[in-house]
């Protein structure tokens, strides 16, 4: 079907990018309190992307996970915790807002790469981290003045781009090991702990088909991305992934009015902007040195 890895990367990670950008508009629709949209959210889909691990790997990939010590287990946690977040974040702010936030996880990478690995940051990405910041901060200022959105659902947002940017940081000391099931076991645990917290049939049973095509979806981006990225640079995950930033808020706009306000579309367009031509060179530069494929 695909005459190079690069078309299968490019593919398969563009599939990935797409599933994930209605997500914040489900938990719009879903009628029901927002850790108990988490709950179902988190369950089914850490349960499907188990199931999906133990099909391509068998149980073997769930037990190389905690083999890999501290930043497999770590890995576990912050993906269910910073999974709950969203959810959160969404529920307390806009969704521009969020996604806007999300986007700057790249810039945390490069702080936490500086701090835990040693590595320098590039001229490119300190120019990046100086753009980014001006525009998170006009998000900020722009949460005051519009009632759709909130500085604590920011703050709820930034703390997934932070966590889960601390995260890929740490499973960088173990690359060889197929974190996909990592996925399942944090989403999954992160149900099994809510559960106690909420009361997950109260979502209206005409409203369940919402659900598991909520879960459906993000199980899908889930499978899609952790294919994809292995057979291109690590650029070119990162523009495609901006997508979502950009197509969630207009889908969210298109379908319930959603106005996220001129502050969060100005500042938004400030930390896409940075974050689009940083990658783009990024690209450039990784294109003049070849990448052998990955064996199949």
Same mark, same amino acid.
């Given at each position: 079907?695909f005459k190079t890895d690069q078309a299968?990367?490019?593919?398969?990670?563009?599939?990935?990018?797409?599933?994930?950008?209605?997500?914040?508009?489900?938990?719009?629709?879903?009628?029901?309190?927002?850790?108990?949209?988490?709950?179902?959210?988190?369950?089914?889909?850490?349960?499907?992307?188990? @199931?999906?691990? %133990?099909?391509?790997?068998?149980?073997?990939?769930? *037990? &190389? $996970? !905690?083999?890999?010590?501290?930043? =497999?287990?770590?890995?576990?946690?912050?993906?269910?915790?910073?999974?709950?977040?969203?959810?959160?974040?969404?529920?307390?702010?806009?969704?521009?807002?969020?996604?806007?936030?999300?986007?700057?996880?790249?810039?945390?990478?490069?702080?936490?790469?500086?701090?835990?690995?040693?590595?320098?940051?590039?001229?490119?990405?300190?120019?990046?981290?100086?753009a980014v910041f001006p525009g998170l901060?006009?998000?900020?200022?722009?949460?005051?003045?519009?009632?759709?959105?909130?500085?604590?659902?920011?703050?709820?947002a930034l703390s997934v781009s932070m @966590?889960?940017? %601390?995260?890929?940081?740490?499973?960088?000391?173990? *690359? &060889? $090991? !197929?974190?996909?099931?990592?996925? =399942?076991?944090?989403?999954?645990?992160?149900?099994?702990?809510?559960?106690?917290?909420?009361?997950?049939?109260?979502?209206?049973?005409?409203?369940?088909?919402?659900?598991?095509?909520?879960?459906?979806?993000?199980?899908?981006?889930?499978?899609?991305?952790?294919?994809?990225?292995?057979?291109?640079?690590?650029?070119?995950?990162?523009?495609?992934?901006?997508?979502?930033?950009?197509?969630?808020?207009?889908?969210?706009?298109?379908?319930?009015?959603?106005?996220?306000?001129?502050?969060?579309?100005?500042?938004?367009?400030?930390?896409?902007?940075? @974050?689009?031509?940083?990658?783009?060179?990024?690209?450039?530069?990784?294109?003049?040195?070849?990448?052998?494929?990955?064996?199949?």
């Open positions: 079907m299968k990367g490019l593919f398969l990670t563009t599939l990935g990018a797409l599933t994930i950008v209605p997500d914040s508009l489900f938990v719009r629709l879903i009628q029901a309190d927002g850790l108990v949209v988490a709950f179902w959210r988190a369950i089914l889909v850490g349960a499907g992307v188990m @199931l999906f691990s %133990l099909l391509m790997k068998g149980p073997d990939a769930f *037990k &190389a $996970v !905690f083999r890999a010590g501290f930043p =497999g287990v770590f890995y576990i946690f912050v993906v269910g915790l910073s999974g709950v977040m969203f959810i959160v974040a969404v529920s307390l702010t806009s969704v521009a807002n969020v996604v806007f936030i999300i986007a700057t996880m790249p810039v945390f990478a490069a702080v936490f790469s500086r701090i835990i690995l040693g590595e320098a940051i590039s001229g490119r990405m300190m120019i990046t981290i100086m901060a006009i998000i900020a200022y722009g949460s005051g003045q519009n009632e759709s959105t909130s500085f604590a659902g920011d703050l709820a @966590l889960y940017a %601390l995260a890929l940081t740490m499973i960088r000391k173990v *690359k &060889a $090991v !197929f974190m996909v099931p990592a996925v =399942g076991m944090g989403y999954f645990g992160a149900g099994v702990v809510l559960y106690f917290f909420t009361d997950p049939f109260s979502v209206p049973l005409n409203q369940s088909w919402l659900v598991l095509l909520h879960a459906a979806f993000i199980a899908a981006s889930a499978t899609f991305m952790a294919l994809g990225p292995r057979y291109i640079p690590s650029a070119e995950v990162a523009l495609l992934i901006l997508l979502e930033s950009v197509l969630a808020p207009i889908l969210v706009w298109a379908v319930v009015g959603e106005d996220p306000g001129a502050w969060t579309l100005v500042g938004g367009a400030v930390v896409l902007s940075a @974050l689009g031509i940083s990658n783009y060179l990024a690209l450039r530069a990784a294109r003049r040195r070849p990448v052998p494929p990955l064996p199949h």
